[in-house]
């Protein structure tokens, strides 16, 4: 049985306790109105006590529908994501590229310098260090899914593919994650041949658990190899690479050529 079906099924329990303890409170509150009528006192003790047990079932209830609800968003943010193998197939030399500008989110107006090398973990840029003096430490049970790149915001993250045709604007990098405190430095870096190209670095302001995502935008994405990393604090937590086969080029237009009759 998949994760995707045992979050169904708790989904379902979930409606099932809610319509029991509506039931429950609604009898036994029935139960108690109808004791204070009976005129002899055993009947009407009988009535109490059942009245009573069915509203402490409908706690009971209450209990167990609040317990289920932590489980099923526990159990929905950690929705395991469905991963392609990857291809074995050479990207076409689409000729050089003009190099990107460098697209820092929150404004620097440096130039980056590549911190990390193919060999070797990513390194937190020393820029991000620079930019916040105080660092939250993160939860050690703090986690990040894997990165997957698409054209489009969609959860739960279904990728276009670790190998794109080409690209333009906007692309994303979706992932989930868990025992995100608020106020945690997370940091994206989106990197080229192992040079910066976009870079995102904020304090943590969501959710403690879900689905996040990172972006990247470039009019038109050159042809090669590249590699988002995700840290949290200063430790770098999940990296993923992805292709683009062919540069995106700008439409131009072309003049054809017309002949003029002879006289």
């Known amino acids: 049985m998949d994760q995707q079906t045992i979050v169904q099924i708790i989904q379902a329990l979930i409606y ?6 509506i039931i429950a409170l609604y009898l036994g509150w029935r139960e108690l109105q109808l004791a204070n009528r009976i005129p002899f006192y ?14 402490l079932f409908g706690i009971l209830l209450i209990v167990f529908v609040v317990i289920m609800q ?16 990857s291809p074995s197939m050479t990207a076409p030399d689409a000729g050089t590229p003009d190099t990107p500008a460098i697209t820092v989110t ?24 620079d930019q916040f003096d105080d660092i939250v430490t993160p ?18 993250a279904y990728p276009d593919d670790e190998v794109l045709e080409s690209a333009e604007g906007l692309l994303y990098g979706l992932f989930n994650y868990d025992y995100l405190d608020e106020g945690v ?14 870079m995102e670095s904020n304090p943590w302001e969501g959710e403690y658990g ?11 994405w050159p042809a090669g190899s590249y590699v988002i990393h995700i840290f949290l604090g200063e430790e770098w937590k999940v990296s993923t690479q992805f292709t683009i086969l062919e540069s995106a080029q700008a439409p131009t237009d072309s003049a054809t050529p017309t002949s003029s009759p002879s006289p």
């Open 16 to 21: 099932v306790l809610v319509g029991g303890l």
């Open 42 to 55: 055993q009947l009407r003790r009988q009535r109490v006590a059942r009245g009573w047990r069915l509203v």
């Open 70 to 85: 932590i489980v099923n968003s526990r159990a929905v943010a950690m929705l395991p994501v469905e991963t392609l193998p």
């Open 106 to 129: 929150d404004e620097f107006t440096v130039t980056l310098e590549p911190t990390v090398t193919p060999s070797g973990p990513p390194t937190l840029p020393e820029i991000i260090r």
């Open 139 to 156: 939860d050690p049970r703090a986690a990040v899914g894997l990165i997957h790149v698409a054209k489009d915001v969609i959860y739960p």
């Open 185 to 198: 430095l997370w940091t994206a870096v989106w990197m080229k041949d192992w040079e910066i190209i976009c």
């Open 210 to 220: 879900g689905w996040g995502y990172t972006e990247c935008e470039m009019a038109q």
